[in-house]
């Protein structure tokens, strides 16, 4: 695990490549996932005069497992929509998203109504299914899985992309903790 003074240590190396002696570590702050660590200008530090505040900077994150930095920006930061994009994106982790339960939805549907109200569903959800690729869809879950090439029409249409503003930018990757 990584601790709070690593991540500072982290930050500050950042801070000083980026703008020598002109920028400090002023909050760090604990989250499950990350160290979110906050910076200022030195001057308005050191003087507290308004003029000197940087405004529109948001924080750095230090992953608390491998210590990779990242940043964000501040609406992400305040809306915490960066955390969403750090578990699937940085961290791996599975997540579940409309297509998982539209799955769910199809799967009920058709064993307690019938195939046929599964597809009537599935053609509601996503019409740019074709008809026999919304029988594909239904008979393929119904028996396991459903086709990878559907799936990606149905993600598509369901998920909404990243928007590149509340996303997480990856600085220096961390490095994978021995196993």
């Given at each position: 695990m990584i601790d709070r003074e690593f991540a500072i240590r982290l930050v500050e190396a950042q801070l000083e490549r980026e703008s020598p002696g002109q920028l400090l570590v002023t909050h760090v702050e604990e989250h499950e996932l990350a160290w979110i660590v906050s910076y200022q200008s030195?001057?308005?530090?050191?003087?507290g005069d308004p003029s000197q505040l940087l405004a529109g900077?948001?924080?750095f994150?230090?992953?608390?497992?491998?210590?990779?930095?990242?940043?964000i920006g501040v609406a992400s930061a305040v809306t915490g929509a960066w955390e969403s994009d750090y578990r699937t994106r940085i961290?791996?982790?599975?997540?579940?998203?409309?297509?998982?339960?539209?799955?769910?939805e199809l799967r009920q549907t058709t064993a307690a109504r019938g195939r046929i109200f599964a597809m009537h569903v599935l053609r509601q959800k996503v019409p740019a299914l074709a008809h026999a690729e919304v029988i594909e869809y239904v008979n393929a879950l119904r028996n396991g899985s459903a086709p990878a090439h559907l799936v990606a029409i149905v993600t598509k249409t369901l998920v909404p992309e990243l928007d590149a503003v509340l996303s997480v930018h990856t600085i220096q990757p961390g490095q994978h903790p021995a196993s």
């Open positions: 030195a001057e308005y530090v050191r003087t900077n948001g924080p994150l230090v992953d608390r497992v491998d210590g990779g930095l990242h940043s961290r791996k982790m599975a997540t579940r998203t409309a297509v998982d339960d539209l799955h769910d």
